[in-house]
Nanobody, 128 residues
């Protein structure tokens, strides 16, 4: 059974940092693009960042460029999202998923219908 589990969220003050983890079980991440998405209350889910297999590159939403860093450790079947300089508008539930058809992230990765294995998400709340 394939399962993705997100963790690392919490309540932080503006300007703070968090490191989110996405651990996959029953699934080999090595050859697949993996992305982080988020959904704020009352808003649609949006793509935050995507990391390609091997060293094929990363993609970031404009709203998080320079503040978020995505990385992966295939040996640990884990994808990370380091989030710095947090803003209140970053408040959302963060999810990860793998694109089962692609190894490379395109600029429009978030439009792919092939993301699977959504976890329960991890809540990030930015508030003073």
């Amino acid at each position: 059974q394939v399962q993705f589990v997100e963790s690392g969220g919490g309540l932080v003050q503006p300007g703070g940092s968090l490191r989110l983890s996405c651990v996959a079980s029953g699934f080999t991440l090595d050859y697949r693009a993996v992305a982080w998405f988020r959904q704020a209350p009352g808003k649609e889910r949006e793509g935050v960042s995507c990391i390609s297999a091997s060293n094929l590159g990363t993609v970031y939403a404009d709203s998080v460029k320079g503040r978020f860093t995505i990385s992966r450790d295939n040996a640990k079947t884990t994808v990370y999202l380091q989030i710095d300089s947090l803003k209140p508008e970053d408040t959302a539930v963060y999810y990860c998923a793998a694109d089962i058809m692609r190894s490379r992230c395109t600029d429009s990765y978030y439009l792919s219908k092939e993301f699977r294995y959504w976890g329960q998400g991890t809540q990030v709340t930015v508030s003073s």
